[in-house]
């Protein structure tokens, strides 16, 4: 029998080190077998680093996630998944071989000491807001009562945001 999934996440993929899309690819296969069934990816993007810009552009991919994982066993498989791409946390906004964010959860707002949903910076951060739009443009978020596709229009971040052809992701 096979659990009833009942919970809706977005999360974010991120890389910019070694094989980018092959490491996302990975992630998307991995967090299906971790965590719940993939329902929705977006493209790959490709985007200007964002924090500490002196560093190799991201590929970045936003899925949606149909999931029963509570929010913090869902961050625990996240943290999985980027330790098994290799992923050392030294510096914040520093390089890295994988990046996998929670953007949102069902309608849920949480802000505890491990996990804050919705993502923070979701709002001000293209590179995040232009493939979640991909998937989830008419989803509301919980705190500002906005669609995803009217966060995007308000977004004031100018750094690039491009969508990475097929043919250079194989």
């Known amino acids: 029998m096979v659990a009833i999934q009942n919970h809706?996440?977005?999360?974010?993929?991120?890389?910019?080190?070694?094989?980018?899309?092959?490491?996302?690819?990975?992630?998307?296969?991995?967090?299906?077998?971790?965590?719940?069934?993939?329902?929705?990816?977006?493209?790959?993007y490709e985007t200007a680093a964002w924090g500490l810009e002196q560093q190799p552009a991201f590929l970045n991919q936003a899925v949606q996630l149909r999931t029963n994982l509570p929010p913090e066993a869902l961050l625990?498989?996240?943290l999985h998944v980027e330790q098994l791409a290799?992923?050392?946390?030294?510096?914040?906004?520093?390089?890295?071989?994988?990046d996998v964010d929670i953007l949102l959860y069902d309608e849920l707002v949480?802000?505890?000491?491990?996990?804050?949903?919705?993502?923070?910076?979701l709002?001000?951060?293209?590179?995040?807001?232009?493939?979640?739009?991909?998937?989830?443009?008419e989803t509301v978020h919980p705190v500002f009562g906005q669609t995803?596709?009217?966060?995007?229009?308000?977004?004031?971040?100018?750094?690039?945001?491009?969508q990475y052809s097929t043919y250079e992701a194989n």
Do not use: K, M
């Not at 990975?26 to 929705?40: D, F, K, P, Y």
């Not at 232009?130 to 989830?136: D, F, G, K, S």
């Not at 995803?148 to 491009?162: G, I, N, Q, R």
């Open 86 to 98: 290799g992923r050392e946390r030294r510096v914040r906004w520093d390089a890295r071989t994988l």
């Open 110 to 121: 949480l802000d505890s000491p491990r996990l804050v949903v919705p993502h923070p910076a």
């Open 8 to 44: 809706t996440a977005y999360l974010l993929l991120g890389s910019n080190l070694g094989d980018r899309a092959a490491t996302l690819r990975t992630a998307v296969q991995q967090l299906s077998e971790l965590a719940g069934t993939i329902s929705s990816t977006s493209s790959l």
């Open 123 to 137: 709002p001000q951060r293209r590179f995040a807001l232009v493939p979640l739009a991909e998937i989830a443009a």
């Open 148 to 162: 995803v596709a009217e966060l995007l229009a308000a977004c004031t971040d100018v750094l690039p945001v491009t």
């Open 76 to 78: 625990d498989v996240c």
